[in-house]
C-alpha cells in the first residue's frame, strides 16, 4: 500500500518546494472539479481519443507501468493544449490466469482479489496525476461488460466465424488449459513459464483466416502511423505465401489427400510423401499399415507430442520420422510416392501433408538424405532466366548439355551429394511439357495442367491460424452456448444475457485438465432453449483477449445496458487517435482487435476498419538486466515513490531517460535530478515580479527568443514522441530565466513572466502538480492543464547568430558565434583561421572539410 503523509509532515524539498504538498493539494482541486472529463454532444472542439493499452491488476503498478501511463499522460495534455476536445479513459483487463492462480495461492476467490488490485491501482493512478476521465471506468469482469462479450461471440456464431472442433492444441501443464499460438513463447506459457504440450481437445475457435487477406492488405493503412516493426511482425505472423491446392490419390482409400505448395511447378521432382503425425489422416493411414508400424508410429507420436511447434521446425534438428508402408500418387506422372509421417510437417499448416520434393527444398533434402530417399532435381539453376529459351539436350542421367559452358557444372551441384538444395531461379527439366520454362512461367503452366484434369487449383494459404477461444479456468467469459441431449449446440438467446459466472465458494479453482466450471453442477444443468429439454451448459471460458478486443469501443458508454456501444458515439471518437504500450502486443492483442473491427464493420455497427490509427511503442523498464515483473520479483513499486520522490519527479525522470521506443534502465533513471529541476521551475515562477498583464514585447528579446523557439519546436517534438528533447529544452529555458532573473534584467521583467507562463504550461506534460502550482503562483484561477499554448511569434525565431562547431578528426576542438546566415565557403574560413582550430592542428595537413553551414565544420587531417 502507499504511503499517506498529512500535509504536515510532507517531504520537504529544496529551496521551499514541499513536492509531496504540492501533490495532494492539487490532486483534491482535480478530484472535486473534474476537469478532465470528455466533452458531449455541446462541445463543439475537434475529438482527439487517447488511450492506453489497459493494466492487468496483479497487485499494484510498478516503475514500468509508470513508463507507459507516463507516455498516455503525455499525449492526453497536450492534445487538450493544443485545442482538442479529449476522451482519455481507463479500465482493467481484470479477466485471466493470474488472478485465479493467485485466489488459489492465497485461499481466496478471484473476484475479491482482482477487486481489492483495482482500487488500489485507482489510488495509485489518482497520486500519478493521470488525467482520465474518471466518469467512463470499466472492468472486463464485471457482468455488464462481459455480457457483450457473449453477445459478440453469439453475433459471430450467427455469421459462421465461431466454431467447434477437435485439434491438437497448445497446452499448458501449469496452469491446466490450452493456449493460443500466440501465448506460446520460444515453446513455453507466456504466463507461467511451463514448457508446452501438445494436447487433442475439442475447442470453441472464431474464423479469423476468413480475413487474412483483409488483415494482411490494410496494413498498408497503417504505414508511417505504425512502428514498422510491429507491421512486419503482423505481417510475417498472417504469412501469406501464394501457390496451389494439389490433390494426391492415396492407395487404398476413396478420398483424396490436399497439399498445399507454393512450387507447384516442382511436382515432376516429388519422391515421397509427408504428414503431420499428430495429424487424422496420419491415425488413419497407420491404422490401415502393418502392426509393427502402428507401434512404431505411436510410439513416434507419444515423443511428439512433448515437442513445440517451434522445435519441430528448427532447421538445424536431426530428421526423424516413421515410414506408414502406404503410398501416394503423384497426379502429374502417377509414379508411387512412399508416405512418411514427419515431424517437421505441422498439423495446422495447409492441409498438414506436403509434397516432398528434396532437390528443392533444404527441409526434404535432409530428410531425404537421413533415410535414404531418391533426389530427383527439376530446376536447372545453371540456366539463364532471361532471353531466348535454349535447346536443351540431356544427357543419360537427365542433365542439360550445354556445349557453351562446363558439362559437369549443374552435376557438381547435385543435391544427393552435396547435402545443399537448389532454391534458386533456373529453368525447367525433367519436368515434360514445363521443361525450359521459368518458375514463373512453370507454376501458371502446371497449375493450368492441374485445373484442366481436376487435380488442383490456384490456392492461397497463411500461417494464421483460427483463434483458438477456449479455456479450462473459471475466471473469465462463460461461453454462452448450450449442448442438448440429442447432440445440439444451441446459443443461450440475447435475452438471457449475461450468463453469469456461478458463485466460485465451493468450487475447486485447481487446475485440472477440465473447467472448474464443470463442477458447478447446479450451474451447468440448464434447459434447451429451444425445446426445454435438459441440457447442459458449455464448461469453458473465453481467451480474455476477446475482453480486449473491443473494449475501447466501451468506453463511449461504459454502463450503457442497451447495446455494446453507441454507434453514434462510434462515430464521433473513433478510430483511435494515439494507442500507448508495449510492443509485446504487436501480435496478440492487435491482431485480435484488428480482427473484431473488421466484424463490427461487416455487421454495419461502425465506419472504419482499423481500430487504432496511431500506435506508440514505449520500451521496457528494466531492473537488474530484466523487464521488471512481479513474478520475477525484480521492480519498484509505484505507490511507494509517489511520496519521495513524488509523481511529478517519477514522470518528468521517466521523460527525460530517453527516446519512449528504448529500453531504460531503472538504475540510471534520475529521479533526484528531475526533483531539482522541478523546484527550480518553482523558484523561477515565485520569483516572478510582474503582473498577468505585463506587455511581454517589452521583455528581454534574447529570453524571449529562447521561450519562443520551444513554442515552435515543442508541438512537432510531442507528436514525434521526443519527449526527452521536450523535457531537455524546458530545462534550458528554466536555466536561461534563472540567468535573467539573477544576473539580467531581473524578475520584474515581462520576458520572465513570459518564460515562466511558457513552462508552466509544457511542464504540465511531465510534472502536472508543478505545473498547476506555477500557474497558481503566477496569478491565474483556473488550472493550466485546460490552457492553450500559445503560439510562438515568427519574428523572434529569426537567429541573428548561432554557435558553430569546429571538430578535428570527429572531436570538437572550438565552437563559433557566427551570423546564423552564413554561407558555407565564409565559416569554412572563420574555422580555418580559428587560433584554437591552429593549435589543435599543429603540423597536421587538413584533407578534407566538410562544412554544414550553419552549425557545424568538420576536417580531417593527416
Partial sequence: ????????????????????????????????????????????????????????????????????????????????????????????????????????????????????????????????GSSYDWSRILHTSDPEYYRWNQWLFQRLYERGLAYRKDSPVNWCPNDQTVLANEQVVDGHCERCGAEVVKKKLTQWYFKITDYADRLLDDLNQLEGFWPQKVIRMQRNWIGRSVGADIEFEIEGRDERVTVFSTRPDTLHGAT????????????????????????????????????????????????????????????????????????????????????????????????????????????????????????????????????????????????????????????????????????????????????????????????????????????????????????????????????????????????????????????????????GAPARRDPDTMDTFVDSSWYFLRFFAPNDQTEAFPTREADKWAPVASYIGGVEHAILHLLYARFITKVLFDMGLIEFTEPFSSLINQGMVLLGGSKMSKSKGNLVEFASSMVDPGADAVRTAIAFAGPVEDDINWEDVSTTGAQKFLARAWRVAKDVASEPDVIWAEGDPALRRVTHRLLADAPGLVEQTKFNVVVARLMELVNATRKAIDTGAGPADPAVREAAEATAMILDLFAPHTAEEMWEILGYDGFVGLATWRNADPTLLVEESVTAVVQIDGKVRATLEVPARIDAAELERIARSDARVLRSLGDREIVRAIVRAPKVVSFSTR
Fill in 1 to 128: 500500500m502507499s504511503q499517506t503523509l498529512p500535509p504536515d509532515t510532507a517531504v520537504p524539498s529544496e529551496g521551499g518546494y514541499d513536492a509531496y504538498a504540492v501533490q495532494q493539494k492539487w490532486q483534491a482541486r482535480w478530484a472535486e472539479a473534474d476537469p478532465f472529463r470528455a466533452g458531449g454532444a455541446e462541445d463543439s472542439r475537434p475529438r482527439k481519443y487517447v488511450l492506453g493499452m489497459f493494466p492487468y491488476p496483479s497487485g499494484d503498478l510498478h516503475m514500468g507501468h509508470a513508463e507507459n501511463y507516463a507516455y498516455v499522460d503525455v499525449v492526453a495534455r497536450f492534445w487538450r493544449h493544443r485545442g482538442y476536445n479529449v476522451l482519455n479513459p481507463i479500465g482493467w483487463d481484470s479477466f485471466g490466469l493470474p488472478a485465479e492462480n493467485a485466489a488459489i495461492q492465497r485461499g481466496a476467490e478471484p473476484r475479491e482479489w482482482t477487486y481489492a488490485n483495482i482500487e488500489q491501482h485507482k489510488k495509485s493512478f489518482r497520486e500519478y
Fill in 272 to 531: 515421397f510423401f509427408v504428414v503431420a503425425p499428430d495429424g487424422d489422416l496420419a491415425a488413419e493411414l497407420a491404422a490401415g499399415s502393418s502392426a509393427e508400424v502402428r507401434a512404431r508410429f505411436q510410439d513416434y507420436l507419444a515423443g511428439v507430442q512433448r515437442e513445440t511447434d517451434i522445435e519441430r521446425q528448427s532447421s538445424d534438428r536431426p530428421k526423424t520420422g516413421v515410414f506408414l508402408e502406404r503410398y501416394a500418387v503423384n497426379p502429374v506422372n502417377g509414379e508411387r510416392l512412399p508416405i512418411w509421417a514427419a515431424d517437421y510437417v505441422l498439423a495446422d499448416y495447409g492441409h498438414g501433408a506436403v509434397m516432398a520434393v528434396p532437390a528443392h527444398d533444404q527441409r526434404d533434402l535432409d530428410f531425404a538424405r537421413a533415410f535414404d530417399l531418391p533426389v530427383k532435381v527439376v530446376v536447372d539453376t545453371t540456366a539463364p532466366i532471361t532471353g531466348a529459351i535454349p535447346v536443351i539436350e540431356l544427357d543419360e542421367h537427365g542433365v542439360p548439355i550445354d556445349p557453351g559452358a562446363d558439362e559437369t557444372s549443374l552435376r557438381d551441384l547435385d543435391p544427393a551429394t552435396t547435402g545443399i538444395a537448389l532454391t534458386g531461379e533456373g529453368r525447367m527439366i525433367n519436368s515434360g511439357a514445363l521443361d525450359g520454362l521459368s518458375k514463373r512461367n512453370a507454376i501458371a503452366r502446371m497449375i493450368e495442367q492441374l485445373e484442366a484434369a481436376g487435380t488442383g487449383r490456384a490456392a492461397k494459404s497463411y500461417r494464421l491460424r483460427d483463434w483458438l477461444i477456449s479455456r479450462q479456468r473459471f475466471w473469465g467469459t462463460p461461453i454462452p452456448m448450450v449442448h442438448t441431449e440429442d447432440g445440439r449446440i444451441v446459443p443461450v438467446p440475447d435475452d438471457q444475457l449475461p450468463l453469469t459466472l456461478p458463485d466460485a465458494k465451493g468450487l475447486d479453482l485447481t487446475p485440472k485438465g477440465t473447467s472448474p466450471l464443470g463442477g458447478a453442477e447446479e450451474w451447468m444443468s440448464t434447459v434447451d432453449p429451444e425445446t
